[in-house]
Each structure stands twice: as C-alpha cells, then as structure tokens.
C-alpha cells in the first residue's frame, strides 16, 4: 500500500517554471516505478512522464520533452516533475501514480494502482 501526495503546483506565466514533488508514505517506495499525469478540463488523463524503480530508465511524452524533467529521491520516498519553458496548453492538474507495472506499460493510465489527490497547474500566457 502507498500513499501519495502531490505539492507544488500553482500559478506561472508562460515561460515559467514550477518543481512539482510527489511525497510517497508505506513500504518499498524504492520498487514501485513512478509516472506523473495530468487532466485538463474536458480532457482524459495524460501520460506525462515516468521513472523506473531504479531511477535509471524515464520516458516523457513528446509534448514536454527538453522542457520537463522527472527525477526521484529514494531516500526520501519523493519525486519530482521540473517543469520549465511553461506553456498555457500544460494547464492541467497533474497526479502523480505509482505501480510495480511493467515497464512497457508505464505510459497507461490503467497500470497504475495509486494515485495521488492531484496539483494544479495553471500557466497563463
């Protein structure tokens, strides 16, 4: 079981940047592979970023790679989204989620088993 809490969002003008932090409390943080999401209003949940259990492997989606890194502290059961160069379409509550999925399946929604309560992020252009 693992419990997830989302922090840092808030509101930046275009070309900002924002660290998002994931705080993780139970056990084995360090096996679970970590994903970030987001949803916009009227929009399904995305695909963000992910990062292996390790720490050695991410994968982003095309829309934020150069801009947004994923990083995690297993030490401090955290991880992180670095979000520069903001873009008013990156608006959305982001969610991070944590799963022992596979790692072909790190993009899907629906491998994941924890979820966080979600931060939202507002840029404005």
């Known amino acids: 079981q693992v419990q997830l809490v989302e922090s840092g969002g808030g509101l930046v003008q275009a070309g900002g940047s924002l660290r998002l932090s994931c705080a993780a409390s139970g056990r084995a943080f360090s096996s679970y592979n970590m994903g970030w999401f987001r949803q916009a209003p009227g929009k399904e949940r995305e695909f963000v970023a992910a990062?292996?259990?390790?720490?050695?492997?991410?994968d982003y989606v095309d829309s934020v790679k150069g801009r947004f890194t994923i990083s995690r502290d297993n030490a401090k059961n955290t991880v992180y989204l670095q979000m520069n160069s903001l873009k008013p379409e990156d608006t959305a509550v982001y969610y991070c989620?944590?799963?022992?999925?596979?790692?072909?399946?790190?993009?899907?929604?629906?491998?994941?088993?924890?979820w966080g309560q979600g931060t939202q992020v507002t840029v404005s252009s």
């Open positions: 990062i292996k259990w390790s720490g050695g492997r991410t």
């Open positions: 989620a944590a799963d022992r999925t596979s790692w072909g399946t790190v993009k899907s929604v629906r491998e994941y088993g924890y």
